[in-house]
């Protein structure tokens, strides 16, 4: 812990946040308030929910402000500035920090980012990073500025992806160590760092469209987007009037038109180049299941030229 503790402010909405927050409230830093996203309609009612982040704040008691927008709102940027911050930390809260905000901690907004940067500014870095192929992937702590994740680095921590990776395993160990790194860069201060201008990219905001998956790609792209899509949006495709989600898979051996199931024990289906075999399905509104007892209620017989 750093040898006072900070005022700050913490901003953040999702799972991939509360890690962060419970760290820096369990070293003793002065919380002064939590800024998440305003509670959402969720499941069967509809009923307004808060998000993960807005939980786990009022479980520590501590003060929680749902701004809807943050850009034109002169009283939200007052009541910023009248808390008299050191520090805010930034992890995935959803809005975009006008500059009155930017520039009112001493130290400035401080992001706890899920790639290492330059590569996967944007909103969806985890899941870039598997799709993509990358064998790495990483935190990096940057002081925030007018620019898309543009703003000096201050620490970095890597995390060694392979071929079977998912974006939910990535996501939980990106999530702790975001909660790590942040608790030493505000304790040591490390000199910043400003990014390249090369080798940066962009990881734009998943839409449920992003699941689909077309045959007509390689076998290896495919499985590369199943295990991207993992949990969310979920990688699909449609057959039979309904969407059926594919919740793991694997390359496989074989050839065929684009979509056909091909003949062997499992479900295995010809890609654009090689074959996927499909490990765990499930229909809407069912459970998941594994490829011998999906098939054994919902028939998929060899040569089915799948949508």
């Known amino acids: 812990m750093s040898s006072a503790p900070l005022r700050m402010a913490f901003m953040g909405s999702p ?8 760290a820096l409230h369990a070293a003793g830093h002065d919380i002064r308030a939590v800024y998440t996203q305003p509670p959402k309609p969720a499941g069967r009612g509809q009923q307004e929910t808060p998000c993960p982040v807005h ?3 009022l479980a520590l008691g501590l003060t929680v402000r749902t701004p809807a927008r943050l850009k034109r709102d002169a009283a939200e940027h007052e009541a910023f500035a009248a808390l008299d911050l050191d520090v805010a930390v930034v992890a995935a809260y959803g809005l975009i920090l006008p500059p009155a905000m930017l520039d009112a901690p001493r130290r400035g907004c401080l992001n706890i980012h899920a790639s ?20 790495e992937s990483g935190v990096t702590i940057m002081r925030m ?17 392979t071929a079977r990776s998912t974006t939910a395993e990535l996501h939980d160990a990106l999530s702790a160590m975001g909660a790590e790194l942040i608790l030493r860069a505000l304790d040591e201060a490390p000199p910043e760092v400003p990014q390249p201008d090369e080798g940066s990219t962009y990881a734009p905001k998943l839409t449920k ?13 495919l499985d590369a987007r199943v295990r991207a899509m993992n949990p969310w949006p979920g990688a699909y495709f449609p057959h039979g009037g309904e969407a059926l989600r594919v919740l793991a898979a694997e390359p496989a051996s074989g050839q065929g038109v ?5 003949p062997g024990p499992g479900l295995t ?34 040569g089915t030229l799948l949508g």
């Open 258 to 262: 684009a979509g056909e199931v091909l």
């Open 15 to 22: 799972d991939f946040s509360v890690p962060a927050l419970h």
């Open 209 to 221: 469209a992003d699941g689909l998956l077309d045959w007509a790609q390689p076998a290896a792209a």
């Open 269 to 302: 289906v010809a890609c654009g180049t090689g074959a996927l075999r499909l490990l765990r399905l499930q229909r809407p509104g069912r459970g998941a299941m594994d490829a011998g007892a999906f098939l054994r209620g919902f028939a998929l017989p060899t």
């Open 55 to 57: 939980r786990a704040a």
């Open 116 to 135: 290492l940067l330059p590569r996967w500014r944007g909103a969806a870095p985890i899941h870039a990073a598997i799709l993509h192929g990358d064998g």
């Open 145 to 161: 500025e007018e620019g898309l994740d543009t703003g000096p680095m201050l620490l970095k921590g890597v995390v060694p992806l």
